[in-house]
T-cell receptor, first 114, second 115 residues
Framework: AQSVTQLGSHVSVSEGALVLLRCNYS??????LFWYVQYPNQGLQLLLK??????LVKGINGFEAEFKKSETSFHLTKPSAHMSDAAEYFCAVSEVQGAQKLVFGQGTRLTINP | KAGVTQTPRYLIKTRGQQVTLSCSPISGHRSVSWYQQTPGQGLQFLFE???????NKGNFPGRFSGRQFSNSRSEMNVSTLELGDSALYLC???FGQGAMNTEAFFGQGTRLTVV
């Protein structure tokens, strides 16, 4: 069965500092991996996705993630945090089947300190 | 192009009642999935519909049901509401199924409060 573990339910960084949100997955087949962001009282917005093309994936708002099969990881990074990045971030995995479902991690709340 | 639309945005119901939530996918999208989000359990998959057929179902009791219409709009129904059903219910749409259609677009959700 698929699973996702996000290390750290809360991460706090200073404005301008590096953002690193950790995600490890478990999947019996080559996975499809996603990072979503959720702002208060909003739905989920896709930041980026890995679909077995390039292992380094660039997304919106300056975020990127690297797929490392040997470490079963898909960590999300941004070189310089902005106040507007404060939100909850979810890593998700999907196996390619006829019908798909996303399995989400528990989420990481990112706080940006001025 | 309009995004995924969920109605209503907020709902308050009494324990024991039933509720129906609606989701209109992005135009042209044929796959609709539903998720429940709670502080304790996080985001959990409820079910997915494609071409009016349920294709996958999560681990929820039979009180949770759904359907999809010929125009791809979907509804989910929860009967005999319990306090624990209080959650944000999110709908996601995708163009189709399979390897070329992995990206899911989410609506803003319906916040259900059971009192």
């Amino acid at each position: 069965a698929q699973s996702v573990t996000q290390l750290g339910s809360h991460v706090s960084v200073s404005e301008g500092a590096l953002v690193l949100l950790r995600c490890n997955y478990s999947s019996s087949v080559p996975p499809y991996l996603f990072w979503y962001v959720q702002y208060p009282n909003q739905g989920l917005q896709l930041l980026l996705k890995y679909t077995s093309a390039a292992t380094l994936v660039k997304g919106i708002n300056g975020f990127e993630a690297e797929f490392k099969k040997s470490e079963t990881s898909f960590h999300l990074t941004k070189p310089s945090a902005h106040m507007s990045d404060a939100a909850e971030y979810f890593c998700a995995v999907s196996e390619v089947q006829g019908a798909q479902k996303l399995v989400f991690g528990q989420g990481t709340r990112l706080t940006i300190n001025p | 192009k309009a995004g995924v639309t969920q109605t209503p945005r907020y709902l308050i119901k009494t324990r024991g009642q039933q509720v129906t939530l609606s989701c209109s996918p992005i135009s042209g999208h044929r796959s609709v999935s539903w998720y429940q989000q709670t502080p304790g359990q996080g985001l959990q998959f409820l079910f997915e519909y494609f071409s009016e057929t349920q294709r996958n179902k999560g681990n929820f009791p039979g009180r949770f049901s759904g359907r999809q219409f010929s125009n791809s709009r979907s509804e989910m129904n929860v009967s005999t509401l319990e306090l624990g059903d209080s959650a944000l219910y999110l709908c996601a749409s995708r163009f189709g199924q399979g390897a070329m259609n992995t990206e899911a677009f989410f609506g803003q959700g319906t916040r259900l409060t059971v009192v």
